[in-house]
């Protein structure tokens, strides 16, 4: 079965080619035109830069993607309805049911989040040649229950899953993502957008005990986060630093704000494993591509919660996860119409 898979939920154009065989999957390509530098010098993404960027990429990204198979071998487009700025939702949205109606190819809505969770089952690509080829990737399935924590810029969420395709909040953020954390505290230590690889990067050569960075709600039996409070701990140190006229010591900062986030994440992930007792842990999202929060949760959590943790190239925004979730609803039958599917900027799993 081929699926294309697009992506335009925020700044990343994504467009993949995914082979579906029994429950295994092959990438025969994974397009992805970011648009980080266009939104560098703004410390976050522009929605309107977003969108016309979008607008010049997704023909060319879907091309590229084709490479020489013909739409007419396709059995399903498969893009992202929601949640995302709207403006750029609309864009591969509009174009995927425009192309499902010219190739007459079945389409079908996929939810972002649930791109991210389905993107653990992809296998890792080869490291030659542009993400092609790769194999199927492992007849490993998801044991259930299971529980993910999603990591991204824009949702940071514990969710309890107790079969395919259906979802309960155990928790989420009340006001800052993960990596909206790490893009803003990357913003006030001058680094790049996106600050988690930025921070990252830095902070490999830094000491996480350094800096005393808060941990808000940490101490709470619950699956609730808090980063915001951390900003201003930030602020306070950069300023502190200024107005002493001394240089800021970025890696050691940096590894404090990344330990931090980490701690965090881990806690509240195992409180979530204690309170649920899933079969399988799976950890996706953006945020998951940092080495730091791979390597501690590996060591950290409880040997029978099976770890399903997102290969590094599917971490970020892409349509290939897009194509692994709309997997199982293509084998149910579930498509959408190309005439009323709609993007829903809001569409949340739970
Ligand atoms: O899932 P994603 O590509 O887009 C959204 O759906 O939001 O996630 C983007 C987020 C950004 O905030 C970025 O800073 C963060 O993921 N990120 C990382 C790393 N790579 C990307 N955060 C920490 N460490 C990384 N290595
Ligand atoms: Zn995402």
Not at 234 to 262: C, F, G, H, M, W
Request: glycine fraction near 8%; proline fraction near 6%.
């Amino acid at each position: 079965m081929l699926i294309l898979g697009i992506e335009t939920s925020c700044d990343d154009t994504g467009v993949a080619l995914v082979e579906a065989k029994g429950n295994r999957f092959r990438v025969h390509s994974n397009v992805i035109i970011s648009q980080a530098k266009l939104h560098n010098r703004y410390g976050g993404v522009v929605p309107e830069v977003a969108a016309r960027n979008h607008l010049k990429n997704i023909i060319p990204a879907v091309d590229e993607a084709l490479g020489n198979t013909k739409p007419s071998k396709l059995d399903t487009i498969a893009v992202t309805a929601g949640p995302g700025l709207v403006t750029s939702l609309h864009v591969g949205v509009e174009t995927a049911k425009t192309l499902s109606l010219a190739w007459n190819v079945p389409l079908v809505g996929i939810n972002h989040m649930e791109g991210h969770i389905y993107s653990v089952l992809l296998p890792p690509p080869p490291v030659h040649r542009r993400g092609l080829g790769g194999g199927f990737g492992t007849t490993a399935k998801i044991k259930f229950p299971a529980v993910a924590l999603i990591v991204s810029g824009g949702h940071t969420e514990l969710i309890y899953m107790p079969g395919h395709g259906t979802y309960k909040l155990l928790g989420k953020t009340r006001d800052d993502a993960a990596g909206e954390a790490f893009d803003k505290a990357a913003f006030m230590l001058g680094l790049p957008y996106p600050g988690g690889p930025a921070i990252s990067k830095v902070a490999e050569k830094g000491d996480p005990e350094s800096f005393e960075i808060p941990r808000p709600m940490i101490e709470r039996d619950d699956c609730e986060f808090s980063f915001s409070g951390m900003k201003n701990a930030i602020r306070l140190i950069v300023e502190s630093y200024k107005k002493r006229r001394t240089r800021l010591p970025i890696n050691d900062l940096a590894a404090s704000i990344q330990q931090a986030i980490i701690d965090i994440l881990i806690t509240k992930s195992l409180i979530a494993i204690a309170k649920a007792k899933p079969k399988t842990f799976i950890l996706a999202g953006g945020v998951a591509a940092n080495a730091a929060l791979r390597a501690q949760l590996a060591e950290k959590l409880p040997k029978n919660a099976n770890l399903f943790i997102s290969p590094i190239s599917y971490s970020q925004d892409n349509g290939a996860m897009i194509a692994a979730a709309a997997h199982r609803r293509i084998k149910n039958k579930q498509f959408d119409s190309p005439e009323s599917l709609t993007a829903n900027a809001h569409w949340e799993l739970v």
